[in-house]
């Protein structure tokens, strides 16, 4: 009997354990934990991109509550009007999306089975309920899709005209945070000056004579420096007070201004002996250090300069088309940097490109991972194709920009921005505008000088960085 009695006392041990062991798991199965984990689009190949959206919980300041956002918007038109959500939560006995209806008067409840397509531009919230069927978590639901074409460059026409009277040397530069632009009629110099591009004041210019060569300025430690016709090199701490020097360098006279390069103010000196051209270089603008000479069809007026750095982050700069000592016009675009030994090394880009188009009176910017070009013209004053141009290899080849998103038109007053080239384009690196001022172009009436503002920008430039 006492034999029966210790079986019945184990059965009875082994079923408490048992019991004890399912309420346990239990406990594990049926979590009250019903917040948000992460949200996955399906693939869609109607509708690339979409498996790409990454979304987070993030707090709204208008809602006063939190949302389930990607903050880095899908592509331009994205549809978002069909699609397989894949939800994760920490725990989920069911969830149901609530969206307007067909009407936009009242709302859905669709529930999430995983296997639903949804239209996300209807969809209001989430709510799910934990696997304990007591807790639920709701949260709001927006899907970010960019609104605007990203690749499209916005332009407006902010100034309609600087000044009214003639003037046919222009340069505008961007100097101790004021626009200045130089005007030259052949019988005046003049200036003027703004904070914005967009409200211009004229200010007098001391101590500089008669000139018409603006267009050498160039900004280096701190100075604006012009070469002068008479040979001498002005310089300027605030672009209205000037003060001359001469170059200094027996048996040369300065032509031209170049660049600046690894903080060296670059020049073109012309021997006097036999005309032949050399560059230079000065560390402080007034003393002048003769290197190589140049070829007779490197230019000496009317060329597009840019130094800018590569993409291995070495200083470069380029000199493209212009007029060479013979008054050529020339399709030449020059690189310069320093190789591995120390030297400046300069490569003719065209040397092979037979079918290169001449052109004067260009202007050259580093944007968005390239370079674009503005303006050139040929020998009989006609811009050369749009006015546009891009090159991707850092000058080695350029092409026509795509008219479709780079056309320089101000669509709010349905203004057209008539082709031209000497135009001055000033880039705002910090907030990635492009400005474009002045210029010279040829029309039915001949020729035609400008002293507009153009403002610009690509759309893309807009969007916040990641």
């Known amino acids: ?54 979304f987070t919980v993030e707090f709204d300041e208008d809602l006063q509550d939190s949302i389930i956002v990607n903050l880095d918007s899908l592509p331009f038109q994205t549809r978002i009007d069909s699609i397989g959500p894949t939800f994760t939560f920490r725990s989920s006995a069911y969830a149901y999306l609530i969206a307007l209806d067909s009407l936009e008067t009242g709302f859905d409840t669709i529930a999430i089975t995983g296997k639903d397509t949804v ?41 309609d005209a600087i000044y009214e009277h003639g003037g046919n040397v222009q340069q505008a530069v961007f100097f101790k945070d004021r626009f200045l632009f130089y005007v030259s ?91 032949k051209l ?57 690189s310069v940097e320093k190789n591995v030994n120390g030297v400046y090394k300069w490569v003719d880009f065209t040397a092979d490109k037979t079918d290169a188009q001449p052109y004067a009176g260009a202007a050259v910017i580093p944007y968005d991972n390239k370079l674009l070009r503005f303006g050139g013209m040929n020998d009989d004053d006609y811009v050369i194709g749009n006015g546009l141009a891009e090159s991707v290899d850092e000058g080695l080849t350029w092409r026509a920009t795509d008219s479709l998103y780079n056309t320089i038109y101000d669509t709010e007053r349905e203004i057209s921005y008539q082709k031209r080239a000497f135009q001055s384009v000033i880039l705002d690196e910090e907030n990635h505008f492009i400005y474009l001022i002045g210029g010279k172009g040829r029309n039915d009436a001949g020729v035609q000088f400008y002293s507009d503002v153009w403002i610009g920008k690509l759309n893309r430039m807009y969007f916040p960085e990641k």
């Not at 059965?11 to 199965?29: D, H, R, T, V, W």
């Not at 040979?231 to 600046?260: C, H, K, M, Q």
């Not at 903080?263 to 005309?275: E, H, R, S």
């Open 119 to 159: 239209n996300f531009e209807k969809v209001v919230s989430v709510t799910n309920f934990a696997a304990n069927r007591e807790v639920s978590a709701t949260y709001h639901i927006k899907v970010n899709v960019h609104q605007v074409e990203p690749e499209l460059y916005v332009w407006k026409r902010a100034v």
């Open 1 to 54: 009997m006492q034999r029966y009695l210790y079986k019945i006392l184990i059965l009875f041990l082994a079923i408490y354990i048992f019991n004890a062991c399912l309420g346990k798991e239990e406990e594990i199965l049926f979590s009250d934990d019903p917040n948000f984990v992460s949200l996955q689009f399906d693939a869609n190949d109607s509708i690339p991109g979409l498996e790409k959206a990454v």
């Open 278 to 334: 050399y560059y230079a270089f000065s560390e402080n603008g007034d003393d002048w250090q003769l290197t190589e000479a140049a070829s007779t069809m490197f230019p000496v007026v009317d060329f597009a300069s840019l130094n800018f750095a590569s993409r291995v982050q070495k200083p470069k700069a380029l000199i493209l088309g212009g007029r060479n000592n013979a008054g050529t016009l020339l399709n030449k675009t020059w």
């Open 185 to 275: 009629t052949g019988l005046t110099n003049y200036l003027y000056t703004s904070d914005n591009a967009i409200d211009w004041f004229p200010m007098a210019i001391n101590g500089l004579p008669l000139t018409d060569n603006f267009r050498t300025i160039k900004s280096f430690n701190d100075k604006l420096y012009l070469l002068h016709q008479n040979g001498s090199i002005y310089s300027s701490e605030d672009g209205e007070n000037w003060t001359a020097t001469d170059p200094g360098v027996s048996g040369y006279a300065a032509r031209n201004l170049l660049f600046v390069l690894d903080n060296k103010l670059w020049a073109l000196f012309q021997q006097a002996a036999d005309g």
